[in-house]
């Protein structure tokens, strides 16, 4: 497991810390737990799971592949399940909410393209060791950049348009990509 790796890596025992219940704020307001539901669990998860795989495709040591390859079971399971949850909650709604539910992931889908390809970035800083930490499962913030803009091409964009189908068209040309229609 991950601890496991971490302690052979550190040459001591790491573990979890306490977990501070006192600190979790639950809310019941449809729109907050829809923006935590698509932002964390659909978007969240998803670009997990590509990020997981990719450290997969470049990971040499097999204990650590074994690792990263249940995660990447269980990160797919639970992307699965998000995406799930959002479909039934948009159709559990009355009619009449559910354009506006429809919006939210719309609003969220360009706030994610606005993050990716949006604004100038800045250049990063190359790590010294790239080559020998992506052996190890662990991603440049280049690499992680570059394997989200493709999910978010690749799996993200046939998703929500799976899911709201051919309902609107979010205007992502300022980005330099196409409108989509959904």
């Not at 970035?121 to 992506?134: D, G, K, N």
């Not at 899911?163 to 196409?178: K, N, Q, S, T």
Request: glycine share 6%.
């Amino acid at each position: 497991n991950a601890f496991h790796i971490a302690s052979t890596y550190l040459g001591e025992q790491v573990g979890p810390g306490s977990l501070p219940l006192d600190q979790v704020l639950i809310s019941t307001d449809v729109s907050e737990i829809m923006n935590g539901l698509i932002e964390e669990a659909c978007f969240g998860e998803t670009l997990g799971v590509a990020e997981v795989n990719e450290s997969i495709s470049r990971t040499v040591d097999p204990y650590v592949r074994a690792h990263l390859t249940q995660v990447s079971e269980d990160e797919t399971r639970h992307a699965a399940l998000a995406w799930r949850t959002l479909k039934w909650m948009i159709e559990s709604v009355e009619l009449s909410q559910r354009g506006a539910l429809l919006d939210q992931v719309a609003e969220a889908f360009i706030k994610r393209a606005e993050d990716f390809f949006g604004g100038t970035r800045e250049p990063e800083a190359p790590y010294v060791f790239e080559r020998e930490l992506e052996a190890h499962g662990v991603l440049s913030n280049k690499r992680r950049h570059i394997t989200h803009v493709q999910a978010y091409h690749e799996i993200l964009v046939p998703c929500v348009e799976a899911l709201v189908g051919a309902r609107r068209v979010i205007p992502m040309r300022e980005f330099g990509l196409y409108d989509l229609a959904i």
